[in-house]
T-cell receptor
Framework: AQKITQTQPGMFVQEKEAVTLDCTYD???????LFWYKQPSSGEMIFLIY??????QNATEGRYSLNFQKARKSANLVISASQLGDSAMYFC????????????FGKGITLSVRP | DGGITQSPKYLFRKEGQNVTLSCEQN?????MYWYRQDPGQGLRLIYY???????QKGDIAEGYSVSREKKESFPLTVTSAQKNPTAFYLC????????????FGPGTRLLVL
């Protein structure tokens, strides 16, 4: 079974509107971390936001927030007030407990922001 | 500025040739990672190192080798045994403690001639 699932086809959003990018995960480890990265066309992976499995509140970083629903094993990224520069691939990733802290990535979602 | 650098940006490999991708970080992170990305796919782990002079295989280590002689450097060699090396290669280092977030370099695109 896939550990990280991102199934949305390419997403489109109008500039200045909000958009939600879906991510579901699968783990039996009680201690884990969830990450979102942005990959623009240049290729670099840019860290956006982190949510720990024991965190009581949803993470927020500027225009990014993470809608963490632990019982449903979902960790959706919400981007508010979309900007043209938000057009990119977005990857959800999970780190399970353990010292090596390996990340498992989903296949990503393409977001296009329309002017 | 603190960060991760990778060189070269583009690399061309001939049949039967070994090539080495450079990764350097000045973030003082102990752990470093190499990932491979194929078109339209997520990242897959090749090798990782949690400390100098130690490294472990990831999920797709066959045809690759690494060394970790200095904390700042984690070069990846793509050997002739790797039959399908064309891909985008990303190096990362991991923040110690807390979220253990991994931060990435700009990547190297490897093409086979």
């Amino acid at each position: 079974a896939q550990k990280i699932t991102q199934t949305q086809p390419g997403m489109f959003v109008q500039e200045k509107e909000a958009v939600t990018l879906d991510c579901t995960y699968d783990t039996s480890d009680p201690s884990y971390g969830l990450f979102w990265y942005k990959q623009p066309s240049s290729g670099e992976m840019i860290f956006l936001i982190y949510q720990g499995s024991y965190d009581q509140q949803n993470a927020t970083e500027g225009r990014y927030s993470l809608n963490f629903q632990k019982a449903r094993k979902s960790a959706n990224l919400v981007i508010s007030a979309s900007q043209l520069g938000d057009s990119a691939m977005y990857f959800c990733a999970m780190r399970e407990g353990g010292a090596n802290s390996k990340l498992t990535f989903g296949k990503g979602i393409t977001l296009s922001v329309r002017p | 500025d603190g960060g991760i650098t990778q060189s070269p940006k583009y690399l061309f490999r001939k049949e039967g040739q070994n090539v080495t991708l450079s990764c350097e970080q000045n973030l003082n992170h102990d752990a470093m990672y190499w990932y491979r990305q194929d078109p339209g796919q997520g990242l897959r782990l090749i090798y990782y190192s949690q400390i100098v002079n130690d490294f472990q295989k990831g999920d797709i280590a066959e045809g690759y080798s690494v060394s970790r002689e200095k904390k700042e450097s984690f070069p990846l060699t793509v050997t002739s045994a790797q039959k399908n090396p064309t891909a985008f290669y990303l190096c990362a280092s991991r923040r110690d403690g807390g979220s253990k977030t991994q931060y990435f370099g700009p990547g190297t695109r490897l093409l086979v001639l």
